[in-house]
């Protein structure tokens, strides 16, 4: 104490002795006030600079400053770090001090202390300069430190600093590489804490995909046996833990899974031979882990062999079989952990994806536990447990060698199907619908066969079975207003239904084949054990006759209802079958059960199925009728002989229905028919409307090179259904396709080439027929995501507008009536990748061509503007920005394109001759495009554009109805104006009729004046009220872009004085913009829209300017202080990245306001956005580019 009282000096008058243990009374009095913090803790950061590195102080004073310090880091961040930062030297001197602090004590509380501090000031202060300068310190200490004895506190910094700021993982690798070297020393340091504080900062590195890369070279020459031989000598609990740890982040990459599995596969090959040195093998090491009593370690170890096995289970797989780690897993199956039984079985499944894991018997070890785990975890509340112990279970029961017996006793079996049972009463559907695929498997003859057979026990879980089935089947669809959203939920529920349907007629199908294969066992006829005297109720025959009953009592009702709803092919064929079975297992009831099908409906029923799934109806094979055609036209060749019309139409078609079943005509029956048809006036005369005639024009080049076009042409004009129906439903609900449809999405797939004739038939068919071929192209290309064909599209596309430009460039409009369909059609291939690609040389071609074909049009070309803008517009924004530079240059270098631009801006306020709204948006979004694409890359200008900036603002102010997105677009455009403070090269503003004179504060604000300014204002706050979300997002833009442009303008310009005091001062003119009484109006307008509205983004946007403006009229403090409040009580995990943007940006507003009231919840909500990244984000994020009315809105550039 005496030392303590020493080293602070004297306690001054009326100071407490905890305040004077935080100054250093010696400096104390030259130190600016600033420095002393005006809140609980007093401490005075001057002090503490001075008092730190001073030898003299005892380390239990520096302790407690360093914990007083980190106090009101987290309680008073926003007073500590500006203190701080205020001075960039002080704030380097300040982490130096610390770092070295740090190094040199040995006290491990004080040595955390100080880590804590420096992750809290580096993650806080955000300058990349101190980041430098602690990591360059850290490289400097590790370096000069001639043992890696000291450098546990250094290590440990390094990891949890890159953790923090996972950033630094890339430039950590990059920039000090040569750390590595004395990572691998701290490695093969004997000192357990040091080797855990390297493998946690591999670890954070791993992590990073980029440093992952750049170390891959390191890992495979270097780390990769070192880890392992630490990961299996590893005593400690920490080392054991950050070794798994860095070991999960490696076996994300396939390439390091391969290394260490090869790694393993070398040891384990090597193991026992002498002169070998020692090598470690992965799983073994894992089976040690497994083998431990701490259930982290085992949880653990099963993630490391799942992530193993993820990457190629057949593959990897056998190395963990024959180390016996199934046995292992199967134990672990008892135990009551759930993350531990279901790590174990996410294991098990993908083991069980090979063939050894059966042959080694590792099955009929561990049925035992799966079944006694089953019934143990189907009492807990836990269904995503039940579901996978189903699975695991259906696979063995389903991939088990019909030679190797899986239930060794009676007792086994009659627990699996009670488990089994109990399962598929689950009120949970997808839980019962797993039960049904391993009931199905369960009822297999090797795995019934143990004598004695359980008829009662097969009874009890068929019964089971059915009526879960039975109670789905009636459960009445949901009551919702008539249209198409309620028609689709309607549709997916008979989907559903159809298919537990399915997978219940299955199990009740294996059932009846039991019974069938039974008939020939002697011994599984009855129980042998049942007592003479006892009900016959365990016999194959009582058996026979209850699948009988059930058959007649629930599968027919349930069978006939959903018939009634929907068509379903796979389920009346499994259905059959049983009947089927039916009639064999119990040949004495035939008769009976025959008379009872005939009573019912279900004759009925059969006839209409025959009808609807039989093409016709034959009386000799396939297969001979399908030779006996070609010999016919081959002899009809051969003799100089035409077939008659009729006869050859109906050839063609028996060749076509016979040749579906993967049979090839041969070559010289295909030249035949195609001289036959090119002797034909018009395919016409003997084309057949059937999806196996087209395939077959199709599958042969030789009649699709010549016969292709017509023959989809006429397809396309017999087929009745526009299919706009199906074209509207989204594709996240896609209903079931048509089969003709369905067919030729098909042949579409397999050969991609018939696109081109589609393409074809677009520009050059009638209208109706293209506009069909037009859905259906743009339903395969949504329904298809997977195939590729958008380069052979816009290649084909672009040979038609090279043709188009050169016969027609006068006048293209009249070339085709089918080109904006085409036109259309390029927009959705843009519409494919939604992802940001670069445009390469055939996209620039097509930009070219398709900037040359508007630039020869009139603003009266609608239909051909329209998919031209889209396309244009597409391409500009979903692309890299390299890519935008370049297709922007290309398009401001068609003068005609930008001369056609300004004429359609021009229509806007006409009322005579205005082209329709959308194509109106498209022109003010590409104009904007244009303009910030311009003035950002400083590309060169061939035609400026002229713009009256006086009527784009009556616009504004009195807009059209039912115009939201118009208005959208124009404010987009007013916005990059702003911004860009209208100095744009690119876009000229010129008034509508000479101005008089400004006065000499509205100089300033020129082109605008005050009156318009006010004007603008009033009309962004109307735009606002419509609540419209797109609208919205461009008014707040618009309005923050106005508020910059005039602070920067007139930071002093006030628009009024006192008349009671002409000297007093004017009010800034965007202080005044944000202070009008009526914005309050309008903020409590906008969240009257709900009870979380403010968290719309838009709405934070806007208060974040009220906030910055100082404008507490509007928005008060305390009312700041609810909003973040509320805030801190959503579930941010929840809210679009674009809430957490504009949230993060309106906290970070009030924070630098000082208006933060309860600290403890700013630091709370602070810490929860931080930790929040866009992936972490479960919200599902939204398409940026979309089509809106028929115009395509990057909703970024509205928003951004």
């Not at 093409?615 to 003799?639: H, T």
């Amino acid at each position: 104490m005496a030392v303590r009282d020493a080293a602070r000096g004297p306690p001054g008058p009326g100071r407490d002795e905890e305040t004077a243990a935080l100054l250093f009374e010696r400096a104390h009095y030259r130190h600016d006030p600033c420095w002393l913090l005006p809140v609980p803790p007093r401490l005075c950061l001057a002090c503490m600079l001075e008092l730190l590195p001073e030898p003299c102080v005892s380390l239990v004073r520096k302790k407690h400053v360093l914990s007083c310090f980190q106090d009101a880091l987290l309680r008073h961040a926003s007073l500590v770090m500006p203190l701080v930062a205020r001075d960039q030297r002080i704030c380097i001197h300040f982490i130096s001090m610390l770092f070295e602090l740090l190094c040199n004590v040995e006290d491990g509380s004080v040595t955390d202390l100080c880590i804590e501090v420096l992750i809290q000031l580096t993650t806080q202060l955000k300058l990349e300069q101190t980041i430098h300068c602690l990591l360059d310190e850290c490289h400097k200490e590790l370096c000069n430190m001639p043992s890696m004895r000291g450098s546990l506190a250094t290590l440990t910094l390094l990891g949890k600093l890159v953790d923090a700021v996972p950033l630094l993982a890339d430039k950590l690798v990059m920039e000090h590489s040569d750390l590595m070297e004395h990572l691998l020393r701290g490695l093969v340091y004997p000192n357990e804490g040091v080797q855990a504080s390297v493998c946690y900062l591999y670890g954070k590195l791993y992590s990073s995909p980029v440093a992952a890369e750049m170390l891959s070279g390191h890992f495979r020459e270097k780390l990769c046996p070192l880890f392992l031989s630490t990961l299996d000598g590893a005593q400690t609990k920490e080392l054991q833990i950050n070794c798994l740890g860095l070991l999960r982040q490696l076996l994300k990459y396939d390439l390091f899974v391969s290394l260490i599995m090869n790694k393993s596969a070398l040891a384990e090959s090597t193991e026992g031979v002498e002169g070998t040195p020692g090598k470690t093998s992965l799983p073994l090491v894992l089976k040690k882990l497994l083998l431990s009593r701490d259930e982290t370690l085992q949880v653990a170890s099963a993630h490391c062999i799942t992530a193993v096995l993820v990457h190629s289970p057949v593959k990897h797989a056998p190395a963990f079989i024959h180390a016996d780690i199934p046995e292992f897993l199967f134990e672990h199956l008892s135990s009551s952990s759930e993350v531990l039984v279901w790590s174990s079985y996410n294991c098990l499944i993908l083991l069980a994806e090979e063939p050894l894991f059966f042959s080694k018997c590792h099955t009929v070890y561990g049925i035992e536990s799966v079944v006694r785990s089953l019934q143990g975890s189907l009492k807990m509340n836990n269904t995503e447990l039940h579901k996978q112990g189903l699975l695991l279970f259906a696979e063995i029961l389903t991939r088990q060698p019909e030679e190797i017996k899986l239930f060794t006793s009676s007792a086994i079996c009659r627990d699996a199907g009670r488990a089994l049972q109990e399962a598929v009463r689950s009120p949970v559907l997808e839980v019962a619908a797993e039960a049904l695929k391993a009931i199905s498997a369960f009822l297999r003859k090797d795995h019934q066969s143990t004598p004695p057979v359980q008829y009662r026990e097969l009874r009890a879980l068929l019964e089971a079975m059915l009526s879960r089935c039975a109670d789905f089947s009636q459960t009445p669809l949901s009551r919702r207003p008539l249209g198409h959203a309620s028609s689709r939920d309607s549709g997916k529920a008979i989907l559903r239904r159809g298919k537990f349907l399915l997978s219940t007629l299955e199990g009740f199908r294996n059932a009846c084949r039991l019974a069938v294969e039974f008939q020939s066992e002697p011994s599984a006829q009855e129980n042998p054990f049942t007592a003479p005297s006892a009900e016959k109720e365990d016999t194959l025959e009582a058996f026979s006759e209850f699948l009988l009953s059930a058959c007649d009592s629930l599968c027919i009702p349930m069978v006939m209802r959903h018939s009634e709803q929907a068509t379903h092919p796979n389920l009346m064929e499994v259905f059959l079958s049983i009947l089927h079975s039916l009639f064999i297992i119990v040949p004495h009831m035939k008769e009976k059960f025959s008379k009872k099908l005939a009573s019912s409906s279900f004759i009925r029923l059969t006839l209409e199925l025959k009808a609807r799934f039989c093409s016709s109806l034959r009386f000799v094979s396939e297969a001979e009728l399908f030779v006996a055609v070609q010999s016919f036209l081959l002899s009809l060749q051969d003799q100089g002989e035409r077939p008659p019309l009729v006869v050859f139409r109906a050839s063609i078609y028996l060749v076509s229905l016979c040749q579906d079943k993967d049979r090839a005509l041969d070559e010289a029956v295909v030249s035949a028919i195609r001289k036959f048809l090119e002797d034909i006036p018009d395919l016409h005369l003997v084309y057949t409307h059937h999806p196996l005639l087209l395939k077959f024009f199709l599958s042969y080049p030789a009649l699709m090179s010549r016969f292709g076009h017509r023959v989809l042409e006429l397809w396309f004009s017999w087929e009745e259904s526009s299919y706009e129906e199906l074209d509207d439903v989204p594709s996240a609900g896609q209903s079931p396709l048509p089969a003709s449809l369905a067919a030729l999405f098909h042949m579409l797939r397999s050969s991609p080439s018939i696109l081109l004739i589609l393409l074809d038939l677009i520009y050059s068919s009638s209208v109706d027929t293209a506009h069909k071929v037009l859905i259906v192209l743009r339903m395969f290309l949504r329904r298809n995501e997977d195939v590729e064909v958008g380069g052979l599209i816009r290649g084909h596309f672009l040979l038609i507008l090279q043709h188009l430009l050169v016969e027609h460039g006068a006048s293209p409009s009249e070339a085709s009536g089918n080109l904006p369909l085409l036109l259309s059609l390029l927009s959705l291939v843009q519409l494919k990748n939604m992802s940001e690609q670069e445009l390469d040389s055939m996209a620039m071609k097509l930009l070219h061509q398709v900037s040359k074909l508007c630039g020869k049009c009139s603003p009266a070309d609608v239909d051909i503007l329209q998919p031209s803008f889209n396309f244009l517009y597409w391409s500009l924004h979903q692309t890299t920005p390299s890519s935008q530079k370049r297709a922007a240059a290309v398009l401001l270098s068609s003068t005609a394109l930008i001369e056609l631009l300004e004429k359609t801006l021009a229509l806007t306020w006409t009322k005579v001759d205005s082209p329709r709204t959308e194509l109106l948006c498209s022109a003010w979004l590409l104009t904007a495009s244009f303009s910030a694409q311009q003035h950002y890359a400083s590309l060169q200008v061939h035609q400026t554009l002229s713009v009256d900036l006086d009527q784009v603002l009556k616009v504004l102010s009195f807009p059209k109805k039912k115009a939201a997105l118009l208005s959208a677009a124009i404010l987009c455009f007013l916005r990059t104006a702003l911004q860009q403070s209208f100095s744009s090269a690119f876009v000229t503003l010129v008034p509508s009729e000479a101005q008089p004179p400004l006065a000499p504060e509205n100089t300033v604000l020129a082109p605008l004046g005050t009156s318009q300014v006010l004007s603008l204002v009033i009309g962004l706050q109307n735009l606002l009220v419509q609540k419209d979300s797109l609208l919205s997002y461009a008014c707040v833009g618009c309005l923050e872009a106005l508020l910059d442009y005039l602070h920067a303008r007139s930071p002093d310009i006030g628009l009024w004085k006192s008349s009671n005091n002409p000297g007093r001062l004017m009010f800034p003119i965007a202080f005044h913009v944000v202070s009008q009484p009526w914005n309050r109006f309008l903020l409590f307008t906008l969240l009257d829209a709900g009870e979380s509205s403010f968290l719309r983004p838009e709405i934070l946007r806007l208060m974040t300017l009220f906030v910055r403006f100082q404008s507490s009229s509007v928005l008060s403090h305390e009312e700041v202080d609810h909003v973040l409040q509320g805030a801190a009580l959503t579930d941010l995990s929840t809210l679009s990245n674009t809430t957490l943007q504009a949230l993060h940006s309106f906290f970070l507003q009030v924070q630098s306001m000082g208006l933060l009231a309860d600290h403890s919840m700013a630091q709370t909500l602070q810490t929860s956005l931080e930790g929040l990244t866009p992936s972490t984000s479960s919200a599902q994020p939204p398409l940026d580019m979309l089509y809106l009315g028929g115009v395509a809105v990057s909703l970024s550039h509205i928003r951004d």
